[in-house]
Structures are given as structure tokens and as C-alpha cells.
Nanobody, 114 residues
């Protein structure tokens, strides 16, 4: 199974922005990101289906926007108004049409200083 390749993490000041990207090899359906902060459980951040339907966790609504380019199997997570609470490793994922996780990214670190 070919892993997803993700990038775009980094260190930013609170209130700043980052844009994560993730590319899959082969056909995928839904894509999105989970994140995991130190000492905490992994949590869903956002997901977008092949049809463009999006899902966000409440804490990022209005600040994060997920989008995709189906032709290139690319997904993007625009993160604005970042808070220190957003600090985590972000893991891109892909699901098949049956909702099964088929691939994961290597993780990209997002650090927001306060």
C-alpha cells in the first residue's frame, strides 16, 4: 500500500496560518486529517468526500477549510487563526468507497506559539 505524502506543517505564531497538503497514489474516496497532541487521543480534524461534502470538528469550524482536487488525488487543509491548542501532529488519511481507511500520511508537525 502506497502511503500518502503530506506537507505544509511548521511553526507559526498564534493567529497565523498554515496550509497542509496531502497527495494519494491511486483511487481514493474520502480524505481528511486526524491530529494528535502530546498526551492526548487522536482526533478527527476535517474530512472531505469525493463529492465535496465536508466535516469539521467544532473547535476548528470557521477557521479551517478543507478542499480537494479529485483529478490529482490532492487534499488541502487551510488553517487560519491558529491557536496554541491546534499544536499537534497532523495525519492525512484516505478512505475507500466503503469507508475503510486505506492509507495514512507520515504526519506533519504543526506548532503554534502563544
Amino acid at each position: 500500500q502506497v502511503p500518502l505524502v503530506e506537507s505544509g506543517g511548521g511553526l507559526v505564531q498564534a493567529g497565523g496560518s498554515l496550509r497542509l497538503s496531502c497527495v494519494a497514489s491511486g483511487n481514493v474516496n474520502a480524505m481528511g486529517w486526524y491530529r494528535q497532541a502530546p498526551g492526548k487521543e487522536r482526533e478527527l480534524v476535517a474530512q472531505i468526500t469525493s463529492g465535496g461534502s465536508t466535516t469539521y470538528r467544532d473547535s476548528v469550524k470557521g477557521r479551517f477549510t478543507i478542499s480537494r482536487d479529485n483529478t490529482k488525488n490532492m487534499v488541502y487543509l487551510q488553517m487560519n487563526s491558529l491557536k496554541s491548542e491546534d499544536t499537534a501532529v497532523y495525519y492525512c488519511y484516505a478512505k475507500d468507497s466503503g469507508g475503510i481507511f486505506t492509507a495514512w500520511g507520515q504526519g506533519t508537525q504543526v506548532t503554534v506559539s502563544s
